[in-house]
Nanobody, 114 residues
């Protein structure tokens, strides 16, 4: 059974950095799309960055230039280096993949104080 697990969230100040990690367990094949989403209370989840196994990467405009995604296909891991964090980056960050159906991690809270 495929399972995603995120880690690395926390409370930081404006301008600080954080690194999130996502590990896919229960798979012995290379995943296709792996993405990071985020969600704030009362809002829908929004895409932060999406990657494919062949290296395609798409960032949402609000994080481009500040966030850097890295992917290890052999280990099915996806990391997100978040730099120059802003209060508007505060959210629960979720890892997502699609393999026949949608799979989501449990989420990790990122809080950026002003």
């Amino acid at each position: 059974q495929l399972r995603l697990e995120e880690s690395g969230g926390g409370l930081v100040r404006t301008g600080d950095s954080l690194r999130l990690s996502c590990v896919a367990y229960g798979v012995n094949f290379k995943l296709g799309i792996i993405s990071w989403y985020r969600q704030t209370p009362g809002n829908e989840r929004e895409l932060v960055v999406s990657t494919t196994e062949d290296g395609y990467t798409h960032y949402t405009n609000s994080v481009r230039g500040r966030f850097i995604v890295s992917r290890d296909n052999a280990k099915n891991t996806l990391s997100l280096q978040m730099n120059n964090l802003k209060p508007e980056d505060t959210a629960v960050y979720y890892c997502y993949t699609l393999w026949g159906e949608d799979y989501w991690g449990q989420g990790t809270q990122v809080t950026v104080s002003s």
